[in-house]
């Protein structure tokens, strides 16, 4: 009787503990890195291959004397960690999760790179080789105890845009672009889940989101966590290092079980199981009132950091997440970070670390998945419905999460007063105005002629019609790795790049219908500042230090319009 005795001992501590959940996320990344057309096919953009070819040839030379991309991109890419992890280091880590039956990972692969990688793996060079993706087919063939892929590669914008910052129709071809290509090449049956670029979340994407068949997103659990009504505010790495919550973002609910870390000055402060429990979110229009949901996926950022940078045990989930773990509503820790940057995209953490944390997380009584198998396991309740506040994840120095994301988009202010300042332009507005303005020429193209189709936007050709050409060149400036390193090198002239390319295309068609307008402004996302009216501020833009802001502040925008906008109106609502 003694073993009989012992086991149910051992059921009744890992109840105690609660059964936490774990799966992982590996973001896969690399842009456009020079954005002009390209001379082999002049209907498209330049690809990796094509511009290293032309830097070291004498191409892509321009007033500045400088042979452009100025990235080494024979470092880049030759690095022989990326080779693997872009071509079968995922599959052999998926592959070590078997012993787990629900084991698996989600893999996102942005449309650019698949270009890029296409390029050297046909030319045979930096070590790619044709017929890389094979290795993903397979892992994604993979099925868990439940029949789910143990590699679920996930929906996307296909050059990396940063989706709360861009209009409706950016992110929707974007997100059509991506499954073509993804199914292109990886075969049919598009992901049921997005990872939204540097986990920036916005409830404002929630339709786009479900018009495109998606059925949850990730976001970023900090940003469940600053919405909590006692929110413990604490200012420092550990706490609280940006703008606290705005009050409109509060809801009355509580976290009650808080805990807080922090590591190389990236930390927060957590309720569980509150911050790390799939929730619904919704975004309701303001004109018709019709409500879109979509189920939220917290990453856990801070443990996700964490694992992306260094071995880790279960010990934070066994002090302070499966204490709190609710049986009917279970805690998921998915640790979601780039697969192809720093240890983490490395071999130690493929082949290592990844099978030994969920090896100790099972030991421990946890249980290793992914995230579509745990959403199927453990639907989320109807009426489970949250905020989620605005911003990204706090990985980005300088950023932190801020609800503007600001290390893609500074704010205008006086850095005397911390006021707002119109004439205060940084690199990053200058960016959105030259955006905000191609796009509506590229627009107003499509409005004038036929739809356009997403397989010429992917590959256009000389039979595809100028506003699939114009949107094709235009679209690659929105990566967000342009902006994330401000005026590093040649990071800054790749949007107007874009922006140059696309408009000869446009124009052609708009020159053609003169006295023909039926498009309506391009509007960049409103944007307000400071963030807390009559509140305090705080954060990189305030020097780290506290500052009470005034009760006035700016509601600013660009708005830009092929034939002028005469007028503009601000509409807001209680």
């Given at each position: 009787m003694r073993p009989f005795v012992f086991l149910l001992t051992l059921l009744s501590l890992t109840s105690a503990l609660g059964q936490v959940h774990t799966t992982y996320l590996w973001?896969?990344?690399?842009?456009?890195?020079?954005?002009?057309q390209s001379p082999s096919n002049p209907h498209r953009y330049q690809t990796a291959w094509e511009s290293h070819q032309l830097?070291?040839?004498?191409?892509?030379?321009?007033?500045?004397?400088?042979?452009?991309?100025?990235?080494?991109?024979?470092?880049?890419?030759?690095?022989?960690?990326?080779?693997?992890?872009?071509?079968?280091?995922?599959?052999?880590?998926?592959?070590?999760?078997?012993?787990?039956?629900?084991?698996?990972?989600?893999?996102?692969?942005?449309?650019?790179?698949?270009?890029?990688?296409?390029?050297?793996?046909?030319?045979?060079?930096?070590?790619?080789?044709?017929?890389?993706?094979?290795?993903?087919?397979?892992?994604?063939?993979?099925?868990?105890?439940?029949?789910?892929?143990?590699?679920?590669?996930?929906?996307?914008?296909?050059?990396?845009?940063?989706?709360?910052?861009?209009?409706?129709?950016?992110?929707?071809?974007?997100?059509?672009?991506?499954?073509?290509?993804?199914?292109?090449?990886?075969?049919?049956?598009?992901?049921?889940?997005?990872?939204?670029?540097?986990?920036?979340?916005?409830?404002?994407?929630?339709?786009?989101?479900?018009?495109?068949?998606?059925?949850?997103?990730?976001?970023?659990?900090?940003?469940?966590?600053?919405?909590?009504?006692?929110?413990?505010?604490?200012?420092?790495?550990?706490g609280c290092n940006i703008d606290p919550p705005n009050p409109a973002d509060i809801v009355p609910t509580t976290g009650d079980h808080w805990w807080s870390g922090q590591l190389d000055g990236r930390g927060g402060q957590f309720a569980a199981?509150?911050?790390?429990?799939?929730?619904?979110?919704?975004?309701?229009?303001?004109?018709?009132?019709?409500?879109?949901?979509?189920?939220?996926?917290?990453?856990?950022?801070?443990?996700?950091?964490?694992?992306?940078?260094?071995?880790?045990?279960?010990?934070?989930?066994?002090?302070?997440?499966?204490?709190?773990?609710?049986?009917a509503h279970p805690s998921l820790v998915l640790m979601a970070h780039d697969g192809d940057n720093a240890w983490g995209g490395g071999y130690d953490y493929y082949a290592n670390s990844v099978p030994g944390f969920a090896n100790a997380a099972a030991s421990a009584g946890h249980v290793p998945t992914t995230v579509q198998q745990f959403l199927d396991d453990h639907p989320v309740p109807a009426?489970?419905?949250?905020?989620?506040?605005?911003?990204?994840?706090?990985?980005?120095?300088?950023?932190?999460?801020?609800?503007?994301?600001?290390?893609?988009?500074?704010?205008?202010?006086?850095?005397?007063?911390?006021t707002f300042n119109p004439n205060g332009w940084t690199e990053d507005a200058r960016n959105w105005a030259v955006l905000t303005a191609g796009e509506n020429h590229v627009q107003m193209a499509e409005d004038l002629s036929s739809p356009v189709d997403v397989a010429d936007l992917v590959h256009p050709s000389a039979s595809s019609t100028l506003a699939e050409k114009a949107w094709h060149f235009l679209l690659p400036g929105y990566t967000s790795g342009y902006m994330y390193y401000g005026t590093a090198i040649d990071m800054e002239v790749k949007q107007t790049l874009a922006v140059n390319n696309a408009l000869p295309y446009a124009d052609q068609v708009i020159n053609a219908s003169p006295g023909v307008d039926n498009t309506a402004p391009s509007v960049l996302v409103p944007q307000r500042y400071p963030w807390n009216p009559g509140g305090v501020g705080f954060g990189p833009h305030y020097g780290y230090q506290q500052h009470v802001n005034p009760s006035d502040f700016a509601v600013w925008t660009f708005a830009y319009d092929v034939n002028g906008v005469s007028s503009a109106q601000v509409k807001y609502r209680v």
């Open positions: 973001h896969m990344q690399q842009p456009i890195y020079w954005p002009e830097k070291f040839s004498g191409g892509n030379v321009y007033s500045d004397g400088l042979a452009h991309p100025l990235n080494d991109l024979a470092s880049i890419f030759g690095n022989d960690d990326r080779k693997a992890a872009y071509q079968y280091r995922p599959k052999d880590a998926v592959q070590s999760l078997f012993n787990h039956p629900e084991g698996g990972a989600c893999v996102n692969y942005s449309g650019c790179l698949i270009e890029n990688v296409n390029s050297l793996a046909n030319a045979g060079q930096w070590g790619y080789y044709n017929g890389w993706e094979n290795e993903f087919t397979t892992a994604r063939n993979w099925t868990t105890s439940g029949g789910n892929r143990r590699m679920d590669i996930t929906a996307f914008g296909f050059h990396h845009v940063m989706a709360p910052l861009v209009s409706k129709e950016v992110l929707r071809k974007e997100l059509q672009m991506h499954r073509h290509i993804y199914e292109e090449t990886f075969g049919p049956g598009y992901s049921k889940g997005f990872w939204p670029a540097e986990c920036g979340f916005s409830e404002r994407i929630i339709p786009v989101l479900v018009e495109e068949g998606l059925e949850w997103s990730v976001v970023a659990n900090s940003h469940l966590a600053r919405t909590l009504s006692d929110y413990p505010l604490v200012f420092g790495t550990n199981p509150y911050c790390y429990q799939a929730h619904r979110a919704q975004h309701i229009d303001p004109e018709t009132g019709e409500a879109d949901q979509l189920v939220v996926v917290p990453m856990a950022d801070l443990l996700s950091y964490q694992n992306g940078f260094s071995t880790m045990g279960t010990g934070d989930i066994d002090a302070h997440i499966a204490p709190h773990d609710d049986p009426n489970d419905l949250v905020h989620v506040e605005d911003g990204a994840w706090f990985n980005a120095a300088n950023d932190w999460g801020h609800p503007q994301f600001i290390n893609w988009f500074w704010p205008l202010y006086d850095n005397n007063d911390y």
